[in-house]
C-alpha cells in the first residue's frame, strides 16, 4: 500500500518500531530510528545507503531496483559477522522506501545447530555402516576362502559395530524424547538413594573388568528429589560410565550425594587423564570428544553428557564439570527437593 507521509509522522513512525529501521530516499537515509542508531552507527543519516547497508543484494533493490510494494532480503554483513538479518522493504510514498532490520541471528544459530547436528549424526552412523558392509561382503562372497577363526573374528567385528550403530540411535531418540519434554517439569517424589544404589550395581560389571572399585557416599536422612526416575537414572549411568570408561584402570569412581540448601547435590568423580579448560566447556555439546579415537574405541557415542545436561535442565537442576589435567574430573549435579518435603538443619 502506498500512502504519504509528513516527516512528523514518519519519524513518529519508525520511533515506534522495536525493531531498527531507516527511510531512504534516493540513495541517501533521511531517517532512523533509535535501534538503527544503535546498530549502525550515530550519524547515518544523509549518508549514502551504500555505506549504512554494505551488503549488495540489498543494495540492488534500494539502488538500482524498483521496488513494489513489499519485498524482503536476507542479509548479513554488518552489526557484527555471525549476526543475520531479514531486511523488509516497504514503499511509503514519493520514491522513500521503509526498511526494517528484523534480527534472525538466534534463528539462524538454531539451523546451523541443527545441520551441524544432521551431519555428525550421519557421520557417526556412516563409519560403523561402511564396517559393516565391508565385512558381511567380504563373509559372503569369500566365505569358503576363510577359516573358522578369521569368520569368528570378522562376525565379532559386525556385531560390536551393530552394537555402536545401536547405541547413537538409542540415544538420539533418547535426546529427542528429552527435548519434547523439556517444558514439563517433573514433579514426583523420587529417593535418589535407590536409583544411586541401582546404577551402582548396573555399572558394577564394568568397574570390574576395568578393575576399578565404586565408592559411594549418602548423606543420611537424603530427603527425596522432584524428578523422572527414568531420566535421573539415565544421568547416573551416563556419569558413572563416563567415570569408569575414561578414569585409570584399577582406580575408585567415587559417588556422593548431600544436600545443600533446598537442593541435593550429586557428584561422581573419577581419577583418570583429566580435561584441559578449553575442552571442559564444550563436552555438553552434542558429538563432541576430547579424543575422536579413544572415545569411540571405548564405546562412547558423543551424546552422554549433552542427554544429561537436558536432562538436568528439565528437571530445573545444573549441571557443572571440574577437571584438572593428571588428577581427574568430577561431574556435579544439583536437583531440587520435591515440594512439601520438609528439610531439618541442625544449627
Known amino acids: 500500500m502506498i500512502f504519504t507521509l509528513n516527516r512528523d509522522k514518519s519519524r513518529r513512525l519508525i520511533e515506534g518500531l522495536t525493531e531498527a529501521a531507516i527511510i531512504v530516499r534516493g540513495a541517501s537515509v533521511i531517517m532512523s530510528n533509535r535501534a538503527a542508531r544503535n546498530l549502525l552507527g550515530v550519524a547515518i543519516e544523509n549518508v549514502d545507503v551504500r555505506q549504512v547497508l554494505p551488503h549488495p543484494a540489498l543494495i540492488e533493490r534500494l539502488v538500482r531496483g524498483k521496488v513494489t510494494g513489499h519485498e524482503e532480503v536476507e542479509a548479513a554483513g554488518f552489526g557484527g559477522a555471525r549476526r543475520h538479518w531479514l531486511v523488509r522493504i516497504s514503499t511509503l510514498g514519493e520514491g522513500d522506501l521503509l526498511v526494517r532490520l528484523i534480527d534472525r541471528s538466534e534463528a539462524r544459530a538454531a539451523e546451523q545447530m541443527r545441520v551441524d547436528f544432521v551431519a555428525n549424526a550421519s557421520h557417526e552412523l556412516r563409519t560403523p555402516l561402511s564396517t559393516l558392509i565391508g565385512y558381511t561382503e567380504t563373509l559372503r562372497e569369500r566365505t569358503s576362502e576363510l577359516d573358522g577363526e578369521t569368520q569368528e573374528r570378522f562376525l565379532s567385528i559386525v556385531h560390536d559395530e551393530a552394537r555402536r550403530m ?56 537424603l530427603p527425596p528429589i522432584a524428578a523422572d526416575a527414568s531420566q535421573i ?4 549411568d551416563n556419569l558413572i560410565t563416563n567415570a569408569l570408561r575414561y578414569g585409570e584402570p584399577g582406580t575408585p569412581v567415587s559417588v556422593s550425594a548431600t544436600l545443600e540448601d533446598e537442593m541435593v547435590h550429586v ?26 579415537s579413544r572415545s569411540r574405541s571405548l564405546g562412547g557415542t558423543g551424546l552422554g553428557l549433552s542427554i544429561v545436561k537436558h536432562i538436568v535442565e528439565r528437571h530445573r537442576g545444573r549441571l557443572t564439570i571440574e577437571s584438572k589435567l593428571n588428577k581427574g574430573t568430577t561431574a556435579h549435579v544439583l536437583l531440587p527437593i520435591a515440594a512439601g518435603t520438609l528439610v531439618t538443619r541442625l544449627s
Not at 233 to 236: E, G, R, S, W
Open 233 to 236: 537414572l539415565q544421568v547416573l
Open 166 to 221: 545401536q547405541r547413537v540411535v538409542e540415544d538420539l531418540i533418547s535426546l529427542s524424547r528429552i527435548e519434547a519434554e523439556k517444558f514439563t517439569t517433573p514433579t514426583e517424589a523420587v529417593e535418589l538413594e535407590q536409583l544411586i544404589e541401582v546404577s551402582v550395581e548396573s555399572a558394577r560389571r564394568m568397574a570390574e573388568e576395568r578393575r576399578s572399585e565404586l565408592v559411594t557416599s549418602i548423606a543420611p536422612e
Open 267 to 292: 557428584s561422581v568423580t573419577d581419577q583418570g587423564e583429566g580435561i584441559a579448560p578449553e575442552h571442559v566447556k564444550r563436552l555438553t555439546e552434542r558429538f563432541y570428544r576430547v579424543d575422536t
